[in-house]
């Protein structure tokens, strides 16, 4: 079945650390965004990209780094300059200019500082 | 800049009560769509509205677009419990050909057997 997997589903960070957060999809999307998502807050853009070797920040950008080297990974690291990196992480993709489409999100990444 | 406001932010109803939530945006935009999330989990689409009058029905859910007024409406019809979870509503903008979803804050509706 089609889909986008999220890996790993919890993710704990050590002072100074960068970690990595996986997303891959197999639904032949060209666009991937990545969102934070804080307690009872709405979605947050992180970074975009939609096409390989080409991504762009969105909001929150600060602190993030991402790759897109395959169509189907876009992988997300958190480095340690982002302080405050508590959060629910949802990875979506969607074909590039949405139309009718709506974005098809992971099943998130729980990230906390250790 | 684009905005979105869900209202109300939060809801708690009894069974077989009908109630709308409401999600306005600030600039002009021909898409937009909800989306429920259960606590602790991903996010799952429930309608793409189009264009200006658009509505879209599924179970107890009847989602509707107003362009002009800059509104889109997600209605609850004799609700259940089933349909307790958080309702965020997406507007698209596509300044300078990037292609983004501007979120709502989230309506967390609480339904009571």
């Known amino acids: 079945d089609g889909g986008i997997t999220q890996s790993p589903k919890y993710l704990f960070r050590k002072e100074g650390q960068n970690v990595t957060l996986s997303c891959e999809q197999n639904l032949n999307h060209d666009a991937m965004y990545w969102y934070r998502q804080d307690p009872g807050q709405g979605l947050r853009l992180i970074y975009y990209s939609q096409i390989v070797n080409d991504f762009q920040k969105g909001d929150i950008a600060e602190g993030y780094s991402v790759s897109r080297e395959k169509k189907e990974s876009f992988p997300l690291t958190v480095t340690s300059a982002q302080k405050n990196p508590t959060a629910f992480y949802l990875c979506a993709s969607t074909f590039w200019g949405g139309g009718n489409q709506p974005q098809h999100f992971g099943d998130g990444t729980r990230l906390s500082i250790l | 800049e684009l905005k979105v406001e869900q209202n109300p932010l939060f809801l708690s109803m009894q069974e077989g009560k009908n109630y709308t939530i409401y999600c306005n945006y600030s600039?002009?935009?021909?898409?937009l769509y909800w989306y429920r999330q259960d606590p602790g989990k991903s996010l799952e689409s429930l309608f793409v509205?189009?264009?200006n009058g658009a509505v879209k029905q599924e179970g107890r859910l009847m989602a509707s677009l107003d362009t002009k007024a800059r509104l889109s409406t997600l209605h609850i019809t004799a609700a259940v419990h089933d349909l307790s979870a958080t309702y965020f509503c997406?507007?698209?903008?596509?300044?300078?050909?990037?292609?983004?979803?501007?979120w709502g804050a989230g309506t967390k509706l609480i339904i009571k057997p």
């Open positions: 509205l189009l264009s």
């Open positions: 997406a507007v698209a903008t596509s300044m300078d050909s990037n292609y983004q979803l501007i």
């Open positions: 600039t002009t935009s021909d898409r």
